[in-house]
Each structure stands twice: as C-alpha cells, then as structure tokens.
C-alpha cells in the first residue's frame, strides 16, 4: 500500500513510520465499516476546514 498526503495542493513527505501508521489507522476503520468489500482498491479521504 502506499499513501501520499497534500496539503492545499502541496505535496507532504512522509516517513516510514508515519506512512504505516497513517495507512494502518485509516485501512481498519475503513474495512470496519459495512458495505465495504475487501478487494477495495482504493480509499480518497478530503478534509476542509
């Protein structure tokens, strides 16, 4: 799996550790979530404030 952040339009680095962390966290509440199928292939998350 591979995660990539942007930050209005910006592209923000991650290491190892926060990449892992980040794509364990949102991948289990994720496929927590009824009506979501295991062989997904891709999850978009937008955040305004």
């Not at 289990?28 to 009824?34: F, P």
């Amino acid at each position: 799996m591979s995660l990539k952040l942007k930050i209005d339009g910006k592209d923000i680095p991650l290491n190892d550790f926060v990449e892992k962390l980040l794509n364990g966290t949102i991948t289990g509440a994720v496929t927590s979530l009824k009506g979501i199928k295991e062989d997904w292939r891709k999850i978009e998350i937008e955040i305004e404030k």
